[in-house]
């Protein structure tokens, strides 16, 4: 067992111990069938990319003893401002995405009949926060503890985010983006994360592979789980 596996077994004991509530987490599911997001390099919508990993996140986070209040499931949410409402009560807020890249560093090719486009320069994960989240502190920690148990797995961030944010933390794949809506209206430390480039040929179908992403939901929840036991421990000292 991991160390920081000994931490949140220790930190959910105390919690037990003392009476203290499971942390929740609410979990968003990006975009919706109405608005789906980009679209792969194979033509499928980042939305049911994000539902997909959703649903292995909110489980890999129920087997860290973690609670879930799962956010726009159904793809039926209404404004962006919406979801942080809907999350109202828990402790952690994550929105899933995947990533796209700008139109002009697109390229071309045949898939299935169709013109499609894609790219063979972007490809790794990313974790957003913004500065104008009342608890940036939290936020930033958090993100911090989900790159870096990422990178752990064998996940690398994509440093191309350095062309349009400050980096937070960049080691481990933190960006800040302060205008994002589901971020500063969310009331507690909230984070966006961006699982891959799905425009990127070899990636995307990474991203499909039912091995590779639960890995990398159990690194994500696993990083979520410590760093809310760590604050949850320091908030009771």
């Excluded at 509530?21 to 789906?36: E, F, I, N, Y």
């Excluded at 944010?165 to 969310?186: C, F, I, M, R, T």
């Amino acid at each position: 067992m991991g160390f920081l596996r000994l931490l949140i077994f220790a930190c959910f004991w105390v919690s037990t111990a003392t009476g203290t509530a499971a942390p929740r987490v609410a979990v968003d599911v990006g975009h919706t069938l109405a608005d789906p997001g980009a679209t792969s390099a194979r033509g499928r919508s980042e939305f049911a990319f994000n539902r997909d990993f959703a649903g292995l996140l909110a489980a890999a986070l129920r087997a860290e003893r973690v609670s879930v209040q799962e956010v726009n499931f159904a793809g039926t949410a209404g404004s962006l401002a919406e979801r942080p409402e809907q999350a109202r009560g828990s402790d952690f807020f994550i929105s899933v995405h995947h990533d796209s890249i700008s139109p002009e560093y697109l390229q071309f090719w045949d898939w299935d009949g169709e013109e499609a486009s894609y790219t063979t320069l972007k490809r790794g994960f990313g974790l957003f926060v913004s500065r104008r989240n009342p608890d940036l502190a939290g936020s930033l920690r958090c993100a911090s503890a989900m790159g870096a148990m990422l990178r752990r797995a064998g996940f690398a961030p994509t440093p191309w985010h350095a062309r349009k944010h400050q980096p937070a933390d960049a080691e481990n794949g933190v960006w800040y983006y302060d205008n994002l809506v589901v971020l500063h209206k969310s009331t507690f430390p909230a984070v966006l994360f961006e699982a891959g480039v799905i425009k990127h040929r070899e990636e995307e179908l990474e991203l499909l592979d039912p091995e590779r992403q639960a890995r990398m939901a159990d690194a994500l929840a696993t990083g979520i789980a410590a760093c809310l036991a760590v604050r949850g421990k320091s908030a009771r000292e």
